[in-house]
């Protein structure tokens, strides 16, 4: 099988990547616009493999899209290609409008004249499907509630709208033009090969080098954090077995506030490097909040656990020793972007 993968050199799209072909053996097609959050060094390890093709092109270019489809004789699509950062979208909702809504459509649209091309069996094959985020679900209350498939949309952000737009051009083109589609909402990604922008990889790197750890509020938001590992598994099950026309909640169950979250790498952090006086959560400064910021995000994985089998293999104290450890060992890789002229102001404050 042969699989395209869109944003594969993102943050989860690389994890999914190299689950794919190294854990699975399938051939990957990367096509990736290669934007500020893309790294090449996320996905250097497969470079080489007979399995493994990579390209430069932007989803918004409908007829390019066509073309590498039928060049590379793909057998589905799992599309991740977006803008991510909410703090981002507030700044500049132009570009979230362009990629997320207006990418997906192109997609979209390229994919199904692909479809229509394919013989019989391999167009009975033939998938697409569409990576989301639970944001576009909006917040739920502190005191309960998980989001599931069912639960009605309501986001609040640029980026969340932008999103929330893909998620219905999908199911639309389900079931106006019968395209063989499968949707997932994911909860907060954490791991290895996260840009720095992000809360966890900015809180541990401020924290190895003793700058202060910013925490937007007074740090209550909570989300359900999941390692980007377990997350490339679900999606590849869902891609595979998943049922057509239907959507996916994938979560880990690891439910924190964001002030927990900070102080959790503060501890590990200080038992692996102890400062020369003084613990890292004297680091910890409150800043104000951003605006339309959600209170609370938590997924129920009933779905995709029950049907496909999958289960989180990380739980959080051992994803977040994971995580720090991978970073304070891969400096080469997180340096030259943490020294990028476009991180400075931005790698003040953290997305969550």
Same mark, same amino acid.
């Given at each position: 099988?042969?699989?395209?993968?869109?944003?594969?050199?993102?943050?989860?799209?690389?994890?999914?990547?190299?689950?794919?072909?190294?854990?699975?053996?399938?051939?990957?097609?990367?096509?990736?616009?290669?934007?500020?959050?893309?790294?090449?060094?996320?996905?250097?390890?497969?470079?080489?493999?007979?399995?493994?093709?990579?390209?430069?092109?932007?989803?918004?270019?409908?007829?390019?899209?066509?073309?590498?489809?039928?060049?590379?004789?793909?057998?589905?699509?799992?599309?991740?290609?977006?803008?991510?950062?909410?703090?981002?979208?507030?700044?500049?909702?132009? !570009?979230?409008?362009?990629?997320?809504?207006?990418?997906?459509? *192109?997609?979209?649209?390229? $994919? =199904?004249?692909?479809?229509?091309? #394919?013989?019989?069996?391999?167009?009975?094959?033939?998938?697409?499907?569409?990576?989301?985020?639970?944001?576009?679900?909006?917040?739920?209350?502190?005191?309960?509630?998980?989001?599931?498939?069912?639960?009605?949309?309501?986001?609040?952000?640029?980026?969340?709208?932008?999103?929330?737009?893909?998620?219905?051009l999908v199911m639309a083109w389900h079931k106006t033009y019968g395209?063989?589609?499968?949707?997932?909402?994911?909860?907060?990604?954490?791991?290895?090969?996260?840009?720095?922008?992000?809360?966890?990889?900015?809180?541990?790197?401020?924290?190895?080098?003793?700058?202060?750890?910013?925490?937007?509020?007074?740090?209550?938001?909570?989300?359900?954090?999941?390692?980007?590992?377990?997350?490339?598994?679900?999606? !590849?099950?869902?891609?595979?077995?998943?049922?057509?026309?239907? *959507?996916?909640?994938?979560? $880990? =169950?690891?439910?924190?506030?964001? #002030?927990?979250?900070?102080?959790?790498?503060?501890?590990?952090?200080?038992?692996?490097?102890?400062?020369?006086?003084?613990?890292?959560?004297?680091?910890?400064?409150?800043?104000?909040?951003?605006?339309?910021?959600?209170?609370?995000?938590?997924?129920?994985?009933?779905?995709?656990?029950?049907?496909?089998?999958?289960?989180?293999?990380?739980?959080f104290e051992t994803g977040l020793k994971d995580t720090i450890s991978?970073?304070?060992?891969?400096?080469?890789?997180?340096?030259?972007?943490?020294?990028?002229?476009?991180?400075?102001?931005?790698?003040?404050?953290?997305?969550?």
């Amino acid at each position: 099988m042969k699989i395209m993968v869109t944003g594969g050199a993102g943050f989860i799209g690389s994890a999914l990547c190299r689950h794919l072909v190294k854990d699975l053996g399938y051939h990957v097609v990367n096509v990736d616009k290669m934007t500020y959050a893309a790294t090449e060094g996320s996905t250097a390890m497969l470079r080489g493999s007979s399995s493994y093709h990579f390209h430069k092109a932007d989803i918004c270019d409908r007829d390019q899209m066509k073309s590498l489809m039928s060049a590379e004789d793909v057998d589905g699509i799992i599309h991740l290609a977006a803008e991510s950062h909410v703090d981002r979208s507030i700044d500049g909702p132009g !570009a979230f409008i362009e990629t997320n809504i207006l990418g997906a459509f *192109s997609l979209l649209q390229a $994919g =199904r004249a692909y479809h229509d091309t #394919l013989p019989a069996g391999r167009r009975d094959r033939f998938r697409f499907h569409h990576v989301s985020t639970d944001e576009v679900f909006g917040e739920l209350p502190l005191e309960g509630g998980l989001f599931t498939e069912a639960t009605a949309y309501a986001p609040s952000s640029p980026y969340s709208a932008s999103k929330a737009a893909s998620d219905h051009l999908v199911m639309a083109w389900h079931k106006t033009y019968g395209m063989p589609v499968v949707l997932s909402n994911c909860s907060n990604n954490y791991g290895p090969y996260q840009f720095p922008e992000k809360l966890m990889p900015l809180m541990i790197l401020n924290g190895l080098e003793g700058k202060p750890l910013p925490v937007y509020g007074q740090g209550t938001n909570v989300r359900d954090w999941l390692h980007v590992e377990d997350h490339a598994r679900a999606l !590849a099950l869902v891609f595979m077995r998943g049922q057509l026309g239907q *959507s996916y909640n994938i979560g $880990g =169950r690891n439910e924190r506030t964001n #002030l927990a979250v900070v102080e959790a790498i503060a501890d590990i952090l200080d038992q692996e490097v102890p400062l020369k006086s003084g613990s890292r959560r004297s680091l910890i400064t409150f800043v104000g909040d951003r605006p339309g910021h959600d209170l609370r995000y938590a997924i129920d994985a009933s779905k995709i656990e029950g049907e496909l089998g999958w289960r989180a293999k990380y739980t959080f104290e051992t994803g977040l020793k994971d995580t720090i450890s991978w970073y304070m060992s891969n400096q080469d890789w997180w340096q030259p972007l943490r020294s990028a002229r476009y991180a400075g102001e931005r790698l003040g404050k953290a997305s969550s």
